[in-house]
């Protein structure tokens, strides 16, 4: 049973672009939502975080959107640079907040073309 | 050292053997995780400690697997008579309570 989903397994943008990365999830008890990313021969780092009390939250050029009603989060990535090509995984926290356990999707492999 | 630590980084056995693998968390982290990746999939949760708690071992694949925190800081992961579906790379994470720190991971080949 697949509790975090990314249905897409890559994307290709081009430089300058925006990138949508898109997460589902079916446990309405997940309370904390995170993406790392993750390049070739190294491990996952943490990207960006967002709580289910809120809707958005902003660091930089990365952006994270949570619709609780839909389970659905995006991670939007603007502009893309071609240093951002990598894996990004969504991922749930079992909690509560951001402890315990993460339930981690497949992944999304970003490719950003310069 | 600064992160987590992961040895050894490549492993190559041969199925039916047992292996161990390493992890040194960050200094004072409570919590330790044990993921899996294998080729093509997500992070596959596999093992949690916490302080002194006793350890989640709800991931744990079949029996073949263990895994040990000695001290609340160093754990092993230990996999007895390898199969080639083993094969993975192996991450470690640890946490103050909030935030993972990941290593580098092993990757395991079983031939």
């Known amino acids: 049973d697949q509790q975090v989903k990314q249905n897409s397994p890559s994307l290709s943008v081009q430089e300058g672009r925006i990138s949508i990365l898109n997460c589902d999830y079916t446990?309405?008890?997940?309370?904390?939502f995170l993406w790392y990313k993750k390049y070739p021969a190294e491990g996952p780092t943490f990207l960006i975080s967002?709580?289910?009390?809120?809707d958005k939250n902003e660091d930089g050029r990365f952006t994270v959107f949570l619709n609780k009603s839909a389970k659905h989060l995006s991670l939007h990535i603007v502009p893309s640079q071609p240093g951002d090509s990598a894996v990004y995984f969504c991922?749930?926290?079992?909690?509560?907040?951001?402890?315990?356990?993460?339930?981690f999707g497949q992944g999304t492999t970003l490719q950003v073309k310069p | 050292g600064a992160g987590v630590s992961q040895s050894p980084s490549n492993k190559v056995t041969e199925k039916g053997k047992d292996v161990e693998l390493r992890c040194d968390p960050i200094?004072?982290?409570?919590?330790l995780y044990w993921y899996r990746q294998s080729l093509g999939q997500g992070l596959e949760f596999l093992i949690y400690?916490?302080?002194?708690?006793?350890?989640?071992k709800s991931g744990l694949p079949s029996d073949r697997f263990s895994a040990e925190r000695t001290g609340g800081s160093v754990s092993t992961l230990t996999i007895q008579r390898t199969q080639q579906e083993d094969s993975a790379v192996y991450l470690c994470?640890?946490?103050?309570?909030?935030?993972?720190?990941f290593g580098s991971g092993t990757r395991l080949t079983v031939v």
């Open positions: 400690f916490q302080g002194n708690s006793a350890p989640d």
């Open positions: 967002i709580s289910s009390i809120k």
């Open positions: 991922a749930a926290s079992a909690g509560p907040g951001n402890t315990g356990k993460l339930i």
């Open positions: 446990n309405s008890m997940f309370d904390y």
């Open positions: 200094s004072g982290h409570t919590a």
């Open positions: 994470a640890s946490s103050p309570g909030g935030g993972y720190t």
